[in-house]
């Protein structure tokens, strides 16, 4: 009988290395997991498989589950803490701490770069994980081994750099480098391409398939489709912290309108809503020869600027990064960064000169930051108090906040800009990122603007999310108000503009109605 069985046994195995089939042709399988906060399910009965050597996304709206489903896996939510079971790399795994994922081969690179700036990228590379001789540091070692995982991810850098001289793109291959410099095996990356510009994020996503060629599997978060459909090998759906369906690019089920179908529960035909019987009026603000130099880089941000936007118009500002873009929107909005400016500003036809934010706000212009976590929102308070804080005259009598004031005009903006939260007093910082968009809307929508900038307005954010965004501004824009939006998604330039001013190096370089501009054009500008 034991016989019989081990006899068994061996012919399996010769059959399986025969037929060149591994035991098993999963690297990760995440079986039934399920995760509360607080009483409320995140994650419910959750099945996630990964193969090895794949690129497989993970896509869903903001707060479907995904950030919380892969902490589960890095044992940032530790063993304990959530139901279900974790099997990698044919073993089933009980992570304590994020620790014990890295030992096992996992690595995870967050939205927000764990760098340490006035480091090297050397030191950045090696930090946990230094190189010694006989338990002293090795200092020359150390750079030889990073010069030669920088070449892995093809950066050509100087490891003695320190990182706050970096641009974001390169950052963001340093954070891969790190993960190389261990044993890694499964990669996963939480929207790596999101603070990226187009170039930075194609040579990102050229290098996740070179990893895969070298055995390294990886998974990747992202709320960009395109790139989704043009990089995944595998794509798992996830709403409502439930696990809809995996598509497979082989049988040619990862399409835009598949995923965006089982993202939201339902067609969205056009993800750019259309305006009708576009009505545009007098120019509401005007640009002459308008430069600012920062005295602290010693330059010029923006140099010799032109441009005009009417009312009822919406102004699509594209270029690389680095462009001047957000520069130029700061030198408007007051000239928040204390640049030298030159030249001639015009608002509503009068001649003015903005020195403060409050002058800009007073003006009728107002600015939504890109950065809507570090300068945007106050995270640790409640909706309310975001959405009254750049107004709070609006709401005070003789200099006192009225709290019932403040309720009910919070609750409007909640309402008609359809807030997903509990209540006025949920904290901004639990929201969904679409959510604290919103809020951040609301926050400026309440001081009355006729201008308002939007800086990289759907950055982060989900298609179902994005969609209500494209909405509310197309809302605004019916009621008079003039929008310029500055993004690096040229399809979202192209789709809700009426004109795009192309910026490089400071500069306005031209000028594309909305009829003669496609992605070529705003690229020649771009790298002009």
């Known amino acids: 009988m034991v016989v019989d069985t081990i006899y068994h046994y061996f012919a399996i195995v010769f059959v399986v290395l025969r037929r060149g089939i591994t035991m098993s042709e999963y690297i990760l399988e995440m079986k039934q997991i399920s995760k509360?906060?607080?009483?409320?399910?995140?994650?419910?009965?959750?099945?996630?498989?990964?193969?090895?050597?794949?690129?497989?996304?993970?896509?869903?709206?903001?707060?479907?589950?995904?950030?919380?489903?892969?902490?589960?896996?890095?044992?940032?939510?530790?063993?304990?803490?959530?139901?279900?079971?974790?099997?990698?790399?044919?073993?089933?795994?009980?992570?304590?701490?994020?620790?014990?994922s890295v030992h096992a081969g996992i690595a995870i690179i967050y939205q927000e770069l764990a760098l340490f700036p006035d480091l090297t990228v050397y030191e950045n590379i090696f930090v946990g994980n230094e190189v010694d001789k006989k338990g002293v540091l090795d200092w020359n070692r150390t750079?030889?081994?990073?010069?030669?995982?920088?070449?892995?991810?093809?950066?050509?850098?100087?490891?003695?750099?320190l990182i706050k001289d970096l641009g974001v793109g390169k950052r963001q291959l340093i954070e891969i480098a790190k993960a190389l410099s261990k044993d890694v095996k499964l990669l996963i990356l939480d929207e790596p391409t999101a603070a990226l510009n187009e170039n930075d994020s194609e040579n990102l996503l050229k290098l996740l398939n070179v990893l895969k060629e070298q055995g390294i599997t990886?998974?990747?978060?992202?709320?960009?489709?395109?790139?989704?459909?043009?990089?995944?090998?595998?794509?798992?759906?996830?709403?409502?912290?439930?696990?809809?369906?995996?598509?497979?690019?082989?049988?040619?089920?990862?399409?835009?309108?598949?995923?965006?179908?089982?993202?939201?529960?339902?067609?969205?035909?056009?993800?750019?809503?259309?305006?009708?019987?576009?009505?545009?009026?007098?120019?509401?603000?005007?640009?002459?020869?308008?430069?600012?130099?920062?005295?602290?880089?010693?330059?010029?941000?923006?140099?010799?600027?032109?441009?005009?936007?009417?009312?009822?118009?919406?102004?699509?500002?594209?270029?690389?990064?680095?462009?001047?873009?957000?520069?130029?929107?700061?030198?408007?909005?007051?000239?928040?960064?204390?640049?030298?400016?030159?030249?001639?500003?015009v608002v509503n036809g009068e001649m003015r000169s903005l020195k403060h934010p409050s002058d800009a706000i007073k003006a009728g212009i107002a600015y939504v930051t890109e950065d809507r976590k570090g300068d945007g929102l106050f995270l640790i308070q409640d909706i309310k108090n975001n959405i009254s804080a750049a107004n709070l005259n609006g709401i005070s009598t003789n200099g006192i906040v009225n709290p019932n004031e403040e309720i009910k005009v919070a609750d409007e903006y909640f309402k008609s800009l359809h807030i997903k939260a509990a209540s006025l007093e949920q904290l901004v910082g639990n929201l969904s990122g679409g959510?604290?968009?919103?809020?951040?809307?609301?926050?400026?929508?309440?001081?009355?603007?006729?201008?308002?900038?939007?800086?990289?307005?759907?950055?982060?954010?989900?298609?179902?999310?994005?969609?209500?965004?494209?909405?509310?501004?197309?809302e605004l824009i019916k009621q008079g108000l003039s929008i310029i939006m500055i993004s690096s998604e040229l399809g979202e330039v192209l789709g809700m503009s009426d004109r795009i001013y192309v910026m490089a190096q400071g500069e306005i370089k031209g000028e594309l109605p909305i009829e003669e501009a496609d992605q070529e054009?705003?690229?020649?500008?771009a790298t002009q």
């Open 36 to 100: 509360e906060f607080t009483g409320v399910k995140a994650l419910s009965n959750v099945n996630f498989k990964v193969e090895k050597g794949e690129i497989h996304c993970l896509v869903g709206e903001n707060g479907a589950g995904k950030s919380t489903l892969m902490k589960v896996l890095s044992g940032v939510h530790p063993y304990g803490t959530y139901k279900g079971d974790i099997v990698f790399d044919g073993k089933v795994q009980q992570f304590k701490n994020i620790s014990d």
């Open 143 to 161: 750079i030889v081994e990073a010069k030669k995982i920088l070449k892995k991810v093809n950066l050509e850098v100087n490891p003695e750099t």
């Open 521 to 525: 054009k705003i690229m020649q500008l």
């Open 218 to 345: 990886c998974i990747m978060i992202s709320h960009k489709l395109k790139e989704v459909i043009s990089i995944a090998d595998k794509a798992t759906v996830i709403r409502d912290g439930q696990t809809i369906c995996t598509l497979d690019s082989d049988n040619g089920e990862i399409t835009e309108s598949t995923i965006i179908k089982n993202m939201v529960g339902r067609e969205i035909e056009d993800i750019y809503p259309k305006r009708l019987n576009k009505n545009f009026g007098e120019n509401v603000l005007e640009l002459y020869n308008w430069s600012a130099y920062d005295q602290k880089l010693g330059r010029h941000v923006v140099k010799d600027a032109n441009l005009h936007v009417k009312q009822g118009e919406i102004i699509g500002l594209a270029g690389l990064m680095g462009a001047g873009r957000t520069e130029l929107a700061l030198s408007i909005y007051g000239n928040a960064k204390s640049y030298k400016l030159q030249g001639d500003i």
């Open 435 to 474: 959510n604290q968009q919103k809020v951040s809307l609301a926050k400026w929508l309440f001081v009355g603007p006729k201008l308002l900038i939007l800086d990289e307005p759907t950055r982060g954010i989900d298609v179902g999310a994005k969609f209500e965004i494209y909405t509310v501004m197309n």
